[in-house]
């Protein structure tokens, strides 16, 4: 018996791993993310699959039920959005099964930032202006650590992909705004890769007031990437450029 903590993506069932839909086509037991996963994805378990909408329940509950399947020697799909390395709480539940001598295996999937990327059609690392991508979040209910603030991830000029943060978006574009000037591309993107994908494309000089008259508040992703110094062209295709591979030309 396993437990496998498998990523959902970030919606879209063609985005699955091909071992998380084979996990899923198969599984006897299911304990999802609630609204968070997609009814598409969902739909690819067994009628006879056990599901357990993970929402509503503790620590305790979801472990109890593994606990339950451990004895009936099923294995357990445990289905997180995304990728399960990124705000998923997985740690805390294995430690738990590590507590009770269970297996456990993490199988990764497309993270949201992944998914919000490819549909703005943005390359996040651009030569000669960032070769860094910052995944965080503002503060809400759960604090940040002392060092990870908004102001200090600005100054250091990369890529920025805010998680659980759209609700913020008018302190987090003014915050930003302070050190990546007010003309910096700026894109909400809410539910990636979901039918009902929404973006709003600005600045940080005007993407809140856009982003409130999307009336989008939550379950979006905020991205900030420095514009482009000219020209942003990687060396690694350049004629001119040798490498391990190919001989530039000579002049």
């Not at 999802?32 to 699959?49: D, F, I, Q, R, W």
């Not at 295996?105 to 690392?125: I, K, R």
Request: glycine residues 8%; charged residues 20%; proline residues 6%.
């Amino acid at each position: 018996m396993k437990v496998y903590f498998v990523g959902a993506g970030p919606g879209d069932p063609d985005l699955l791993t091909r071992k998380a839909e084979r996990l899923l086509r198969r599984a006897q037991v299911c304990i999802y993310a609630g609204s968070l996963v997609s009814p598409m994805v969902l739909a690819l378990l067994p009628a006879a699959a056990r599901s357990y909408n993970s929402a509503g329940l503790t620590l305790e509950e979801t472990i109890a039920i593994m606990l339950q399947a451990r004895d009936a020697d099923q294995d357990v799909v445990r289905l997180h959005t995304g990728d399960p390395s990124l705000y998923s709480a997985t740690a805390e539940q294995m430690a738990a099964l590590e507590r009770h001598g269970m297996v456990y295996e993490v199988v990764p999937g497309v993270s949201a930032f992944q998914a919000a990327a490819a549909t703005l059609g943005w390359e996040l690392t651009l030569p000669e202006t960032t070769q860094s991508v910052v995944l965080t979040r503002t503060p809400g209910r759960t604090p940040m650590p002392a060092g990870e603030t908004l102001a200090r991830f600005g100054r250091s000029g990369a890529t920025l992909c805010l998680y659980l943060s759209a609700h913020t978006i008018a302190e987090t574009a003014a915050t930003l705004a302070a050190h990546y000037g007010r003309d910096c591309p700026a894109a909400v993107v809410y539910r990636a890769s979901w039918p009902d994908e929404r973006i709003v494309r600005g600045t940080l000089a005007d993407i809140a007031a856009k982003t409130r008259a999307a009336g989008i508040t939550k379950t979006a992703l905020i991205l900030v990437r420095p514009a482009p110094v000219q020209p942003a062209c990687s060396r690694l295709y350049d004629a001119d450029f040798s490498h391990g591979a190919r001989e530039g030309r000579t002049s």
